[in-house]
């Protein structure tokens, strides 16, 4: 019996000798070409495409896992950073939610706001001809419906190459054009599940979502935000009626001459017909000053003027980097360079876009699905007027009122409204890319989202070196070191305690000791009165 166990274990330990390990996946990026950050990339990235197999369309993804627990956290589908039908997802990595930041000279950092610190986070050119995603299509494959369906069985060749992210809690997001891709997609979904593809809820950011209430919002933005005088607004008003506006933005009508006149008048006079002096989809930002053509790390740039690592000038850079040879092969585009940008104006104009997605949203929230709706309130694009106004059409019961939220940090990150299973949340001073303007509260929104109000309240959440200019730092983690610059108001507030300490310890000593002897003079007096010894 002995000698059979023994022959058995042997034969068992040879065969998995033999088997060695597991097979490599050949999308697993092994370095970041220009990384250089003290902090060591601590979690595993896959890149590369995947062939549709009913068209033969080479989807390009990037994956980046979990820094906390890649095997069980949930997986988050990006599909659409920001801008119209024709740009791409993968901006989003670099410039928002992402992990990695591009610098003036193309190295890379580290964004300590990124998303991806608990959830999976796959990126995908879900168009054809948007980035990497190849190749260009014909006209009539350019819509929303096109667009859905090979976004499906994209999902389908994905659980087939990573089988870990079986039976896990998926969730879909995207910004701007993507409030229409997610709701089509979810739809999709909704009615014709995936086998093990566990979809728990989606999110779309500053969506676009109805031409015409999105359209009709525009001036009032203007106006409610300085853009525009009231005279222009009123002008406006009466020239564009309801629909008016979403004619000469979108098409499907006859735009009147005098609203386009009022519209055009209103991007001069913000100076929005001059990219380089105004950023419509975050108005009080900064603009990029720097041409394309430039050699970009010979150019200082400025200090940034809001919190996080994410400048004006980002989209350029992560344009340029993803343009590089050496990242190309490091992220498995083989056969040939690719010359990459953030859109693709000839998908944009080849595409036929939907004029509303409302009529998509009673039955995937009837599915039980948990959504979100932000929006950061200095995007004068998909601003969040048009947004309010959607979503009151949709005509949710309301289990919470509007009411102020807070940060980690205990200042007010911005508005939210929450329905039945359905949440609107407004961020404020957010441009449109709301996890590169207000950083530390969109991620704390992300995370809640995803977790839950009481588990994220127990969370730890970055700090950066002028915290401590709202008053004391409340999001500090203990375990982690703080800069030099960060340290020196701490190290002066130090010493004066210490200085009134010791002044305070030596003036109780010292009044103690008058205390004794006034109470010692007290009594003696006494004693001297009760003897006839007065005092004059």
């Known amino acids: 019996m002995w000698p059979l166990a023994w022959w058995l274990v ?14 490599k996946n050949p999308h697993e990026i092994e370095s970041m070409p220009g990384y250089n950050d003290d902090t060591a990339i601590n979690f595993a990235q896959f890149a590369g495409h995947i062939r549709l197999q009913s068209t033969g369309q080479d989807m390009f993804y990037w994956l980046v896992e979990s820094t906390s627990n890649p095997s069980l956290d949930p997986l988050v589908i990006w599909l ?69 369906a090979r976004m499906y069985e994209f999902l389908q060749e994905f659980l087939a190459m990573y089988p870990t992210y079986h039976n896990r809690q998926v969730y879909l997001f995207g910004q701007s054009y993507g409030g229409v891709l997610v709701p089509y997609l979810v739809e999709k979904l909704v009615e014709t599940p995936i086998e093990s593809f566990v979809l ?16 009709s919002a525009t001036l009032d933005y203007f106006y409610t935000h300085g853009l525009i005088s009231i005279s222009m607004y009123e002008r406006g008003r009466d ?16 735009c009147p001459q005098e609203c386009l006149a009022v519209l055009l008048e209103g991007q001069a006079s913000s100076q929005a017909a001059n990219a380089q002096a105004f950023n419509l989809f975050d108005i009080f930002g900064d603009v990029c000053s720097l041409k394309s053509n430039l050699k970009l790390e010979h150019h200082a740039i400025r200090p940034l003027t809001h919190r996080g690592m994410m400048g004006p000038c980002v989209d350029l850079f992560t344009s340029k980097y993803l343009q590089r040879y050496t990242v190309q092969r490091a ?11 953030k859109c693709n104006r000839h998908v944009t104009a080849k595409y036929t876009r939907s004029r509303s997605v409302l009529s998509k949203y009673p039955a995937v929230l009837r599915a039980g699905l948990k959504a979100l709706i932000y929006t950061g309130d200095a995007d004068a694009v998909d601003n969040f007027i048009g947004t309010e106004r959607w979503i009151q059409n949709l005509q949710l ?9 807070f940060g980690p940090d205990k200042q007010l990150a911005g508005y939210s409204t929450r329905y039945t299973n359905l949440t609107f949340t407004t961020l404020k001073g957010a441009g449109q890319l709301v996890g590169a303007t207000r950083p530390l509260h969109a991620l704390y929104m992300f995370e809640c989202f995803i977790y839950g109000n009481i588990v994220c309240a127990t969370f730890s959440y970055p700090t950066d070196d002028v915290e401590y200019l709202s008053g004391a730092d409340l999001t500090t983690n203990p375990n982690k070191s703080q800069s030099g610059g960060a340290l020196i108001p701490w190290a002066i507030t130090a010493v004066i305690v210490v200085l009134g300490s010791i002044v305070g310890l030596v003036y109780w000593t010292k009044r103690e ?15 001297d009165n009760r003897s006839g010894i007065g005092y004059t």
């Open 10 to 23: 042997l034969h068992v330990a040879a065969a998995l000798a033999a088997a060695g390990p597991p097979p």
């Open 80 to 148: 659409h950073g920001s801008g119209d039908p024709g740009c791409s997802a993968l901006n989003s990595l670099f410039t928002d939610v992402g992990p990695f930041v591009v610098q003036s000279d193309l190295r890379i950092k580290r964004n300590p706001y990124a998303w991806n610190r608990r959830a999976n986070f796959l990126f995908v050119e879900s168009i054809a001809g948007v980035g990497f995603s190849r190749p260009m299509l014909n006209a009539t494959e350019y819509n929303d419906e096109e667009t859905a």
């Open 200 to 215: 728990a809820g989606f999110a779309v950011g500053n969506p676009f979502t109805d031409n015409q209430i999105d359209a």
């Open 239 to 254: 020239a564009c009626g309801v629909s008016g506006a979403s004619y000469c933005f979108y098409g499907g009508g006859e």
């Open 331 to 341: 992220i498995h585009i083989q056969d040939r360079h690719v010359n990459w940008e």
């Open 397 to 405: 019961p309301v289990r919470e009122k509007w009411e102020s939220w």
């Open 513 to 527: 000791e008058r205390s004794q002897y006034i109470d010692w003079v007290v009594e003696t007096s006494r004693s």
